[in-house]
C-alpha cells in the first residue's frame, strides 16, 4: 500500500502538516509532532482505524484516497520461478503446446 496522505490533503487545500495537525485536533485526534511529521512525509508503521476515520472526515476523503494498493509489489510463491522458465523456454525454442481433446486426440487441423 502507498501513503497517500499528503496529495489527499492538497485536494482539500492543507498544505503544512500543522494545518492538518490542528484541524484533526479539533476533531478529537491529538497527534504528536513527531507522529505527525511521520505521517506527513512517510509511510505509517500503525495507525489505528478510529485515528482513519478523523481523517477521512476532516479530509472530507474515503479511505481509498489516503491508501493506494501496489498489487504488483506482492511476492507470489513460486511465480519468479515460473516466470523465469517460461522466458527460458521462450529462448531455446522450447516445443510448441497443440491442444488435444479430452480423450488424448489430436484436434483436427484448421
Keep these: 500500500m502507498r501513503w497517500n496522505l499528503r496529495l489527499t490533503a492538497a485536494h482539500k487545500g492543507i498544505w503544512k502538516a500543522s494545518e492538518l495537525q490542528r484541524s ?25 482505524l478510529e485515528d482513519l476515520d478523523v481523517i477521512c472526515v476532516v479530509l472530507g476523503c474515503e479511505i481509498g484516497d489516503l491508501l493506494i494498493p501496489e498489487p504488483e509489489k506482492v511476492s507470489r510463491p513460486g511465480w519468479a520461478e515460473e516466470t523465469e522458465r517460461a522466458a527460458v523456454g521462450a529462448r531455446t525454442g522450447a516445443p510448441k503446446v497443440i491442444p488435444k481433446r479430452r480423450d488424448g486426440r489430436s484436434l483436427p487441423p484448421e
Excluded at 491529538?30 to 495507525?47: D, F, H, N
Aim: no cysteine; net charge positive; hydrophobic share 45%.
Design 24 to 48: 484533526l485536533a479539533e476533531h478529537g485526534l491529538v497527534i504528536s509532532a513527531g507522529k505527525m511529521s511521520g505521517l506527513w512525509s512517510g509511510q505509517p508503521v500503525s495507525l489505528k
